[in-house]
């Protein structure tokens, strides 16, 4: 019974250090996805960004446009006002002329808005544009340094599995299953150590005639509060 228990003790202590090091494995897993989400939110909106600049940028060269062909407008009807040869045709001209302006000034005011949206919305593009290049260097560095401490953790990992199976080999399967379900179940403390006449795994005494079989040492004992695996400490 001694030496089954060590083994089971052994094969715990290497368990609980696997555990651990799934554990800090999927914290340093979860980082890096946290720094991707977070690259990712940020190319979204430089990417909507760009998108919106670019409907802007087409909208204000569609005004340029629209200003050029009114002054070419302009130009072409006030090149008539010499021909004219009535009051009537002279005052029609000039209307036109008018409206002409008219339309050209109300452009320009447009481009005038349109340009204050640009240099708005290019601002916020720089501004995330920067986020996004700080996060994306800080990603960048953080994964060769966590690809750094897993490879090292793998191989901690692949030498404690190999641990793990020489010991689990020695064991009953029956008593492995048992003890194996037990850790699963009980966050990982399928062993625990008695003292006083208590289960250190959930606190609890136990009954003095189990107590006193567990003194003996002739069999393994289990808690019969928590189902947990029992040794005590020789002297």
Do not use: W
């Not at 802007?56 to 407008?73: N, P």
């Not at 692949?158 to 492995?176: E, F």
């Not at 005639?209 to 005590?232: D, F, T, W």
Request: hydrophobic share 35%; glycine share 2%; with cysteine.
């Amino acid at each position: 019974m001694h030496e089954k228990m060590t083994l089971l003790r052994e094969l715990q202590e290497v368990d609980q250090e696997l555990t651990e090091l799934a554990t800090v494995r999927a914290k340093h897993e979860g980082e890096l996805q946290d720094l991707s989400a977070e690259e990712n939110r940020i190319q979204e909106m430089v990417d909507e960004l760009n998108a919106q600049l670019d409907v802007l940028q087409k909208e204000d060269a569609q005004l340029q446009q629209e200003v050029l062909a009114e002054r070419d407008q302009i130009v072409k009807v006030e090149s008539r006002l010499p021909e004219i040869q009535t009051q009537k045709e002279y005052v029609a001209v000039l209307k036109e002329i008018d409206m002409a302006k008219k339309a050209s000034l109300d452009s320009q005011a447009k481009i005038t808005v349109k340009e204050t949206e640009l240099t708005e919305l290019m601002a916020d593009l720089d501004e995330k544009q920067t986020e996004l290049d700080a996060i994306s260097e800080k990603s960048s560095a953080r994964q060769a340094e966590v690809d750094k401490i897993l490879a090292e953790s793998d191989k901690t990992c692949a030498a404690r599995q190999t641990t793990r199976d020489s010991l689990a080999k020695d064991l009953p399967n029956s008593l492995l299953s048992k003890y194996q379900r037990i850790f699963s179940r009980r966050g990982g403390l399928a062993v625990a150590r008695v003292v006083e006449g208590a289960c250190l795994g959930c606190n609890m005494q136990l009954p003095p005639q189990q107590y006193n079989r567990l003194h003996q040492g002739n069999e393994l004992q289990s808690c019969p509060h928590c189902n947990r695996l029992l040794y005590m400490d020789r002297q």
